[in-house]
């Protein structure tokens, strides 16, 4: 009988532990899955508890203390990475916290057309998720972060190389800007500076002209062309006299050029100074890129833009003003 009472008396003591273990076990191997999708922001140096709190008050765990739980028995307390994070599907604690500590945030993508200048670029980043337009401008043209890149330019115009990037809510506009010239980096191939040496440009000076191929060319097919007209006028030494450098010299274009335009001296007008002008007026893509280092074998150095797009390319000057004659005045 005494001994009936010492097990009943170790059963009673154990009764709460076999209880709390097979409700912890219940915790762990059920999945749950909230109300309603919901995206949780986990921002930069949040605590552990608060984010198992909000879990739990999300309805993506039933148990914050349990999920603190596993987390210490697991040594992930500190490994959680920030960002934004999509539940919709049914999961178990131990799947929610392989996912907050892999990092499977909600990724966005932005992309950037060949051609933009690093202003329309900011526009474009403003009205996206990540809305960091100002700052992206400001970096642009910050000395310390151009130099810690290694160009030696007044802004990152020209630098910013057009693609898809894929970010998350915690990329900042100092990492898309590192993330954007080091692509660029990747596209100057030593061959294709090697063939810019040989044409006699350096690297700003092949941007810049690339810059201004992208600006001038209707279309991909007729970029070679539009390089070699360039390249052959600075040959000759013969202005560029090429409008969107006028453009992106002027504060007050308003979608036309006029004739104080074109005889205000900037550092842009290619109208008003010889050769190419300060830096580049937009950011070039990969086939303008290639145009300028490998340019059309011809002899033109005129062109005029026949109002579907493309353009009429001519030997002379009487060639070129018939052109004229025909697409622009008669038009």
């Given at each position: ?6 097990l ?35 921002p ?5 508890t608060a984010?198992?709190?909000d ?16 987390a ?7 490994a ?17 916290l392989?996912?907050?500590v892999?990092?499977d ?69 100092r ?85 104080r335009?074109?005889?205000?001296r900037?550092?842009y007008?290619?109208y ?6 300060i830096?580049?007026?937009?950011n070039?893509?990969?086939s ?11 002899d033109?150095?005129?062109?005029v833009?026949r109002g ?7 030997k ?16």
């Amino acid at each position: 009988m005494k001994r009936l009472l010492i097990l009943l008396a170790s059963g009673l003591l154990l009764l709460p532990f076999l209880v709390g273990g097979g409700s912890y076990a219940l915790f762990l191997w059920r999945p749950v899955a909230p109300p309603e999708p919901v995206t949780l922001s986990v921002p930069r140096g949040r605590s552990f508890t608060a984010v198992a709190r909000d879990l739990r008050d999300r309805g993506i765990i039933t148990s914050a203390t349990g999920f603190r739980l596993l987390a210490r028995l697991r040594g992930e307390e500190t490994a959680i990475r920030a960002g934004d994070y999509y539940f919709a599907e049914r999961a178990r604690p131990g799947q929610i916290l392989q996912r907050l500590v892999s990092g499977d945030v909600q990724r966005l993508q932005i992309t950037f057309a060949e051609g933009l200048n690093l202003w329309e670029m900011a526009a474009i980043l403003e009205q996206s998720e990540l809305r960091d337009g100002a700052a992206f401008a400001d970096l642009a043209r910050d000395g310390t972060l151009i130099a810690s890149l290694g160009i030696e330019a007044e802004t990152l115009e020209g630098y910013l190389f057009p693609e898809t990037y894929t970010m998350d809510s915690q990329t900042g506009s100092r990492q898309l800007i590192r993330a954007m010239v080091a692509q660029l980096e990747r596209e100057l191939t030593p061959e294709l500076l090697a063939r810019a040496g040989e044409l006699g440009l350096d690297r700003h000076q092949f941007l810049t002209l690339a810059s201004i191929v992208q600006k001038e060319a209707g279309n991909d097919q007729e970029m070679p062309l539009v390089a070699a007209v360039f390249h052959n006028r600075l040959r000759r030494r013969m202005p560029l006299q090429a409008d969107p450098t006028v453009i992106y010299g002027v504060e007050d274009y308003h979608g036309r050029i006029t004739r104080r335009h074109l005889q205000t001296r900037t550092a842009y007008n290619t109208y008003r100074i010889p050769g190419l002008p300060i830096g580049p007026i937009a950011n070039p893509g990969r086939s303008a890129l290639q145009a300028t280092a490998h340019p059309a074998p011809v002899d033109y150095l005129y062109f005029v833009s026949r109002g579907d797009g493309t353009h009429h390319f001519s030997k002379t000057l009487a060639e070129h003003n018939a052109a004229v004659r025909r697409y622009i005045l008669n038009r």
